[in-house]
């Protein structure tokens, strides 16, 4: 009986450790955000809200540019946050050896959020907000989506784990130490040999 009850919390925790990678929450943000916004694609007619009176309301509106309505072409809406996203799995990768929930967390929120609202980019043009927050004399405040929210909410996950793994180098490292300093010397490096 023992040994089915150790084996049964091996395996949750084998699962628990799934669930925590960055992967699996990019997942689970892509896809609680594109039904969220097919929810309201195929239930509100675009401009309507409900409640009407509210300062927090779910209205359908449509974004052609990018992040919070930042008005940009085409292709830099598509073009930008695809940069993004390669960026923060190029972190993720090169730091994945540290098994760290903060950069699982922020990673996967990021990344799944980014992705979609890429895929509302490339699949219909325009990016569909429907979270409306107003202010008291009735003037909108802003409408976002939960792809922004996951955005958000990973880049300052991210931005914490940064600071902290810094501040983990530095002090054991040395304070003289520059985190920079190796990856810079590095690229000098290859460089002049590829020069040579």
Sequence with gaps: MREVAVTRDLQMSGLWHQVQTAPFLALVALEVDQLTKLWVRESLPLGEAIPHDSWLRITHVVNPGIFLGVPASPMISVLLP?????????????????????????????????????????????????IELVTSGGHVRTIFNIADLCAILGIAILEVFLIRFIIRLILKKGLNYNPVAPHMARLFHKRRSREK
């Design 82 to 130: 695809s940069a993004m996203i390669f960026a923060a799995l190029i972190l993720y990768w090169r730091l994945e050896r540290s098994n760290d929930t903060l950069l699982n967390l922020g990673t996967g929120l990021f990344v799944g959020g980014s992705l979609g609202n890429l895929v509302d980019r490339i699949a219909y043009g325009h990016v569909t907000d429907f």
